[in-house]
């Protein structure tokens, strides 16, 4: 069984920083793009960031310049380092894997189950 499982929400005051972890956990041999994304309260879930197995990545045009995603392909494991962070960032957080091999069951559109960022004014 696959798991993708987020760690590091939290609240914190405007301006201050956090780093969200996402670990994909069972018998993985390759993921292939991983991101995150998140959703406001009475809100769609929105795209904050992409990252390719080679290390492209995409950001939202709100996120850009103060978040940024990185990858250790071999800890199966995604970052987000969000810097200067706004009330407007409080959303849950969404891990996201859109292909995960495992050598028999392959996973796609995979999903954790969210962590909770909350910004204070």
């Known amino acids: 069984q696959v798991q993708l499982v987020e760690s590091g929400g939290g609240l914190v005051q405007a301006g201050g920083s956090l780093r969200l972890s996402c670990y994909a956990s069972g018998n993985i041999v390759r993921i292939n793009t991983m991101g995150w994304y998140r959703q406001a309260p009475g809100k769609q879930r929105e795209l904050v960031a992409t990252?390719?197995?080679?290390?492209?990545?995409n950001y939202a045009d709100s996120m850009k310049g103060r978040f940024t995603i990185s990858r250790d392909n071999a800890k199966t494991t995604v970052y987000l380092q969000m810097n200067s962070l706004e009330p407007e960032d409080t959303a849950v957080y969404y891990c996201y894997a859109d292909r995960i091999y495992t050598g028999g069951i392959d996973y796609t559109n995979y999903w954790g189950q969210g962590t909770q960022v909350t910004v204070s004014s």
């Open positions: 990252v390719t197995r080679a290390g492209s990545t």
